[in-house]
């Protein structure tokens, strides 16, 4: 089976045999630049450093396993100080789930129990797990796999709908903000403000496309909901923060996240380009190394809804997106680039270099010719 697509789509992805850099390989020797880190999670690439390699060799073998629940291990102790010294403000402890999703499931148990309030707020264009509350809270085409049955879960349109504009078609970026907010708030006064729980939203979403928030928005929602007035088998797995612990410091020690600010401009001008380049691209949105394309029909329209079923364009893009030597997550209609923070500038350059090919192929098969294009914008 395969992970939200048809189980027959088996047949369409390479098979895998190893990695190396930001590079994977399969078993016809065919390499494959990874334009997404995966899901957005193989952030170093398929190079994992010797130190992580060590750290979970010697944890399996000093003391596999512990449940959170009857002992306190060494690394728990170790990773919580070092999560002490690097979060922000007065936050000094942390739980440690097995995956996002169950980090989800705790953050609304949590809340339900602070506050004795049910009800959970979240947006349509999101996503936060499979899992049942997660599930439930997540926004997108993948709830209506059985999640939408569980009480409790309220969603609300974020800045960035299709089909309108908050505060109308000419409202300022601070118009819209407020305009959304006031949604929000009449929203949360409808559903009874202590019958809420708590609101989760992505500080960026995105498997909905890069949807950066404005300026102003969560500081207006944290403003709105201020509250009046957990336990897992693998939480805390000493393997996994033996782990944790040795990649943090490896992002530290290699100035990870300020290598990849530094970057962050020449991955602007190559969305920028290939956004003018492009009159199947709408628009683009990036920040840091993180970036999305909308595709657009000759109309303009959006080629796919959430619920109507992929373009056949796609399936030529698709096509041209392996043949060139990319792999990488899929969310038509949008258009993800992010790939592995390790990346080189030359490494870069030749991935978008290779997206720029794929386009070609998803400009022909739109109908789209190059003098159709017109200026594309950097939009939210």
């Known amino acids: 089976m395969m992970t939200w697509v048809p189980g027959s789509a088996r047949h369409k992805v390479p098979n895998m045999t190893h990695g190396e850099g930001v590079y994977l390989y399969d078993d016809n020797g065919k390499q494959y630049l990874d334009w997404t880190s995966q899901a957005v999670c193989a952030n170093l690439g398929h190079d994992v450093p010797k130190a992580v390699v060590d750290a979970a060799a010697h944890q399996m073998a000093e003391l596999p396993f ?15 100080q070092l999560m002490s010294e690097i979060l922000p403000g007065d936050l000094r402890a942390a739980v440690y789930p097995s995956s996002g999703a169950e980090a989800n499931e705790a953050g609304i148990m949590m809340a339900r129990r602070f506050t004795g309030r049910q009800k959970v707020i979240s947006w349509y264009r999101s996503y936060h797990g499979a899992t049942a509350n997660a599930g439930a809270a997540t926004g997108d085409f993948r709830r209506w796999y059985g999640s939408d049955e569980v009480p409790g879960f309220v969603k609300a349109f ?9 505060g109308g078609k000419n409202a300022s970026e601070e118009e819209q903000v407020q305009a959304a907010l006031n949604m929000l708030e009449e929203q949360i006064l409808n559903e009874g403000p202590d019958n809420v729980a708590s ?6 979403v995105g498997a909905g496309g890069c949807l950066v928030m404005p300026p102003g928005y969560m500081q207006g929602i944290r403003a709105l909901y201020k509250p009046l007035g957990w336990g897992s ?8 923060m033996a782990v944790a612990y040795e990649n943090i410091k490896y992002l530290i020690q290699n100035n990870i996240v300020g290598r990849a600010a530094g970057m962050a401009p020449l991955f602007e001008a190559c969305m920028q380009k290939l956004a003018n380049d492009h009159p199947c ?7 840091g190394m993180f970036g999305c394309f909308d595709v657009q029909t000759l109309s303009g329209a959006n080629p796919k809804l959430q619920h109507e079923a992929a373009h056949d364009a796609f399936a030529k893009y698709r096509a041209a997106y392996i043949e060139n030597g990319l792999v990488g997550l899929h969310r038509y209609p949008h258009i993800h680039c992010a790939p592995p923070l390790s990346i080189t500038e030359e490494e870069l350059i030749d991935g978008f270099q290779r997206l720029d ?5 998803l400009d022909d098969a739109l109908g789209f010719e190059k003098e159709d294009q017109v200026p594309s914008e950097q939009a939210i």
């Open 66 to 80: 512990v449940y959170g629940g009857i002992g306190i291990t060494e690394v728990r102790t170790r990773l919580n």
């Open 158 to 166: 974020n800045p960035f709908p299709l089909f309108f504009t908050h």
């Open 199 to 204: 609101i989760v939203m992505e500080s960026v």
């Open 233 to 240: 088998t693998y939480q805390a797995h000493p393997v996994a």
């Open 281 to 287: 691209i709408k628009q683009y949105r990036a920040i």
């Open 357 to 361: 090919r794929a386009l070609d192929v």
